[in-house]
């Protein structure tokens, strides 16, 4: 195994025999086999969808192959093993739809283009060989390729490739969440499969990447911005809200993850039960949707963001449902009462699959709910959110006055991820650093290393405007632009906005490339930089846009203020 893709990577360079995370060696390997099958998939379903031949079952196992592979969400040998027996068959399908329409000829493979021909066939391509590591429908027949991150020598062609392949696991994730609600875009599915194939192509060297990367940003943009209006038109647009944190009385089952749709089910399936629901982690901003707040039985969210899992769930005493990432390698002490669906997995862990609708049935979850204690109680209070670009833009006037009067001097964005790591404590103290008149904007589980500090407001406005979920930052770019408009500005680095953003996962590695995408500069990226920049790519990234990783608390509140 090599795996090098989020931030807490073993040594800042790779995990090599287990991951960090807690992903064996084995699975690890198998998601590499995962990966380099969908590529195949991608050649043949670009081929399908440029002649009108592809199906929605086709996009959807993309996505959700992609998203599988996303850190802390799929641990479970016979899940990955499982994609890719499906996967082979996929891709067998779409090939014999593409023979029967002629549009490929397999006898003298003349579809292929030269360097697949090359690179994948070697060469003079027999009658009807294919990529020779899809011989057989087996895992094992994977095992006479080198599909790891390695396998490719030259280390800026590598880090390239990898920046690249991270950012299509995160739109995959975010398409995955539109895809649920019933929104779709072909253009994000065509740039994911041209992307991946991409990763293949040895004639792309830094220069045909680097455009490539950004062009994933700019498909993010757009991925988000679909999410959005998913959610939005579904869900309400989501509004203020002081969302408890402490518990009631009552049995309670705890949903983790990011997908609303689950949310949804659980609360309708509990009404008149005596369970109640909490969210755990990124759920937390659900609580500020219109559809969800009329539940009676609703009651906040619980504890704080997802590596603190093993604390806090245990103290929760009751069921917890793990829609999407992050799942942490569960204790046994409550093994037995965590469940995973979709895309997550972890062996010995129950698994809820949905019908062909999309419904699933969470009685014998809540059954169980009913035989256990109540939560016990971590906190009380409240903590504010539901400040998504309609909501936020809906005081954009008290904004832009607090900004020309100098009561507000600076916004800093401080969305991205929180991860485990002591050395996070920067971001606590960096944000009771900031001075009184600056505003924190956020998104993603990064504010739960500030968003239970007392930081007040600014005439009104509180001083941490929260957008949401990861999934939302889509409302940080509107915000943005709307407030560069306001300020009769064309370049939203004119704004008074600054960016010290904290990644962890691949997720957060989209979302960076959107905002790089968006022309935006200046970025602080912490904790730790990506493994997965080369030194060279770094230079890039610093050339064009002035990346720079986060030092000090001090040092880094002169140069971001
Ligand atoms: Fe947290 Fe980061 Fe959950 Fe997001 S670990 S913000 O990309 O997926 O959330
Ligand atoms: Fe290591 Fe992160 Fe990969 Fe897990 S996801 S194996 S911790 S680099």
Not at 108 to 120: Q, R, T
Not at 137 to 149: D, H, R, Y
Request: charged content about 25%.
């Amino acid at each position: 195994m090599f795996c090098y893709q989020c931030e807490e990577t073993l040594n800042a360079t790779g995990c090599t025999k287990n991951g960090v995370c807690g992903k064996n060696g084995e699975v690890a390997d198998l998601q590499d086999d995962l990966i380099y099958l969908l590529k195949s998939i991608a050649f043949y379903n670009s081929k399908a969808r440029s002649n009108k031949l592809n199906d929605a079952k086709t996009d959807q196992f993309i996505l959700d192959g992609l998203f599988a592979t996303v850190t802390n969400t799929n641990f479970s040998k016979a899940d990955i093993e499982r994609l890719i027996g499906e996967g082979f068959e996929i891709k067998d399908g779409v090939k014999k739809k593409l023979i029967s329409a002629k549009v490929i000829d397999e006898k003298s493979g003349s579809s292929f283009p030269a360097w697949i021909k090359e690179k994948l066939l070697g060469a003079g391509p027999k009658a009807d060989e294919e990529l020779p590591f899809m011989a057989k429908v087996t895992p094992e027949s994977l095992a006479s390729v080198n599909t790891g991150i390695l396998a490719t020598e030259n280390e800026d062609v590598r880090s390239l490739r990898e920046l690249l392949t991270y950012g299509l696991k995160g739109m995959a994730a975010y398409a995955h969440h539109a895809n649920v609600l019933g929104y779709k875009d072909e253009n994000v599915m065509a740039f994911i499969e041209k992307a991946l194939l991409a990763t293949m192509d040895d004639s792309m060297g830094i220069n045909e990447l680097v455009p490539l990367v950004l062009e994933c940003g700019s498909k993010g943009v757009a991925t988000l911005a679909l999410l959005d209006k998913a959610n939005t038109t579904t869900y309400g647009n989501p509004e203020p809200t002081a969302v408890n944190i402490g518990v009631r009385g009552n049995p309670g089952i705890l949903i983790s993850g990011h997908d609303l749709r689950d949310l949804e089910q659980f609360l309708e399936q509990t009404q008149g039960t005596g369970v109640d629901i909490y969210t755990h982690g990124e759920m937390l901003p659900a609580n500020s949707y219109p559809a969800f707040k009329g539940y009676e039985n609703f009651v906040g969210n619980y504890g704080g963001s997802w590596w603190k899992q093993k604390e806090e769930f245990e103290k929760f005493n009751g069921p917890i449902f793990m829609t999407t990432n992050c799942i942490v390698p569960p204790k046994e002490s409550y093994i037995n009462r965590i469940y995973t669906t979709g895309v997550v997995g972890f062996d010995g862990v129950a698994h809820i699959r949905a019908d062909k609708d999309g419904n699933k049935d969470f009685s014998a979850i809540i059954e169980q709910a009913k035989k256990c204690d109540s939560p016990e109680q971590l906190e009380e209070g409240t903590i504010m959110g539901g400040f998504a670009h309609v909501s936020a833009l809906s005081v954009a006037d008290k904004i832009v006055e607090a900004v020309k009067g100098g009561q507000i001097k600076k916004f800093v964005v401080m969305a991205g991820c929180d991860g485990r790591h002591k050395e996070r404590i920067y971001y606590t103290d960096f944000a009771e650093a900031l001075p009184k008149d600056t505003v924190i904007l956020t998104a993603g589980c990064a504010k739960y290393r500030y968003n239970k500090l007392d930081l007040g407001d600014i005439g009104g406005i509180p001083r941490v405007i929260d957008a949401g979920q990861c999934n939302d930052s889509y409302s940080l770019v509107v915000i943005a632009q709307k407030l560069a408009e306001a300020f009769g500005l064309d370049d939203i680095n004119d704004l008074p906005i600054s960016y010290n953003i904290a990644w962890y996962e691949q997720k957060a590695v989209l979302v960076l490339l959107a905002l790089l995408s968006l022309g935006v500069r200046n970025i602080t990226l912490g904790p730790k930089l990506p493994a997965f920049v080369s030194p060279n790519v770094l230079n890039v990234l610093v050339e064009q846009f002035n990346i720079r990783p986060n030092a000090t608390v001090e040092e880094d509140l002169k140069v971001l203020l």
